[in-house]
């Protein structure tokens, strides 16, 4: 059986593992955005915290996405659904690039610019959502961009843990040694981290402030 | 001689580490002068000027503005009461001339077109034509850049100014006609004026009193007519620095 037949007859079991994969990318992403982008401007107002948080943000990356879908597995309410499962530990590959692109992008603001804020009389919190975030929106964004693409990627191991997703076809594909089962898991996948990274590519350039020289 | 708007008594600033960037600085500024503040990198001049609109902290002594203590005023209240212009301008990147200067006035909620109204006033006030109003800071040379860093910093009709060099990065010929500009528009608005600077040309232009810092200790403070025939050495050497033309062109 070929590739397009394969795909043609079960383009709805496709469809259904796509949408869940979707859901799985989404929630994960949605939520360390939520985290992410406060610690994020948390370290750039108390330095102190920096390395702690990036070390942690770091760490947590290195672990082989199998070994922490283990981990978490012993979890109580985390562990008695793969798909919470698969959703936190998702969520924390996507943090370090949030927490990292935020303090940059907030940090690479002109000083000239957060200075002549604060000596006109902006509030801290003026000086954050009038000017810094709207500047370092970009930066931001990319740091978006580069976690949900991780995270497209990520996600099809989910299936090991029985999280659903494409990566229930590959690995059916994989134990059937059928070529055609795993490229309906894996194209799949991969267009939607194009897909993605087109979209999120055209909105950082659209928030990418005009640079005065 | 009238009223002292900005007191130093024994002013000092000292950094984490002990360094004393400022010391025991004596110094009033009067309603409506132009208290130049001269000297060269480091000695101070820029620090003094900060902690006037606490970007800064005074370790010690007391510094007053409006004859309150800047300590017991709340540094927001007090930033809002005085304008602040530097020589990177920092103009907002994403926002229009007309936010940028009307940003103050937006925060304390005046009516839209008042802000309007007011950013054409000031436009016209330092001297920049009424269509410039929805360009962003990218599309400014760099002189009418620095004059909308000057409209903003009056946007909220502040009575104090403070300037750090604001002319220092044009070219000369801008510089030129922005100091006359500057002369022009004080004359008209009386603001109380701190104006930091190491260019003693500028300095004579523009100063009511000029006042030489050296190494963070004020050395002299001078009508601007007696700063020249001071007898200071500190301020002859500053002046002879500035006296190289003639030398220059005996050269050749």
Not at chain 1, 129 to 138: I, Q
Not at chain 2, 199 to 213: K, P, S
Request: charged share 20%; proline share 5%.
């Amino acid at each position: 059986m070929n590739f397009w037949n394969f795909v043609s007859q079960n383009r709805l079991e496709i469809a259904d593992l796509a949408l869940e994969h979707l859901w799985l990318v989404g929630i994960s992403t949605l939520l360390a955005v939520a985290i992410g982008i406060p610690l994020g401007i948390l370290i750039t107002r108390r330095p102190a915290l920096h390395k702690p948080v990036i070390a942690t943000a770091n760490i947590i990356q290195t672990i082989p996405s199998l070994a922490l879908f283990g981990f978490l597995l012993p979890a109580p309410w985390i562990g008695d659904r793969a798909g919470r499962l698969a959703i936190l530990a998702l969520m924390l590959y996507s943090l370090l690039p949030l927490i990292r692109n935020t303090y940059t992008g907030i940090r690479n603001v002109d000083p000239a610019v957060v200075e002549t804020a604060r000596g006109m009389g902006l509030t801290d919190s003026q000086l954050l959502f009038k000017v810094e975030l709207p500047l370092a929106a970009s930066v931001i964004l990319a740091g978006v961009r580069v976690a949900l693409v991780i995270s497209i990627g990520l996600a099809t191991i989910a299936a090991a843990i029985g999280a659903g997703g494409l990566g229930e076809l590959i690995f059916r594909g994989l134990a059937m040694v059928n070529n055609s089962v795993i490229l309906a898991g894996a194209v799949p996948a991969a267009l939607m981290a194009l897909i993605a990274d087109t979209i999120l590519g055209w909105l950082e350039k659209r928030f990418a402030p005009q640079r005065s020289n | 001689m009238s009223e002292a708007v900005i007191e130093f008594r024994d002013v000092c600033n000292c950094l984490a580490n002990g360094r004393e960037i400022l010391r025991n600085l004596n110094l009033d500024v009067s309603r409506g002068e132009v208290l130049v503040l001269l000297g060269r990198s480091g000695s101070g001049k820029t620090t003094a000027l900060k902690l006037v609109n606490r970007l800064l902290e005074t370790s010690s002594g007391e510094l007053r503005v409006e004859g309150r203590q800047v300590r017991s005023w709340n540094p927001i209240e007090l930033r809002r009461h005085i304008g602040y212009a530097i020589q990177e301008v920092g103009l907002f990147p994403h926002y229009t001339v007309e936010r940028n200067i009307g940003l103050v006035p937006s925060i304390e909620n005046w009516p839209k077109e008042k802000i309007r109204t007011r950013v054409l006033e000031l436009l016209k006030l330092v001297g920049l034509p009424s269509d410039i109003i929805s360009r962003y800071p990218h599309e400014l040379s760099g002189g009418q850049r620095q004059r909308v860093g000057v409209a903003r910093a009056l946007g909220a009709d502040p009575p104090i100014l403070l300037m750090d060099e604001p002319f220092g990065a044009l070219d000369p010929l801008t510089r030129a006609d922005l100091q006359r500009e500057f002369l022009t528009l004080q004359r008209e608005l009386r603001k109380t004026v701190v104006f930091v600077t190491h260019d003693l040309h500028e300095a004579l232009f523009l100063g009511t009193r000029i006042a030489l810092l050296d190494e963070g200790r004020l050395v002299s403070i001078n009508p601007r007519d007696g700063f020249l025939s001071s007898s200071d050495p500190l301020v002859m050497k500053y002046v002879e620095a500035f006296s190289g033309l003639d030398h220059i062109r005996g050269l050749k």
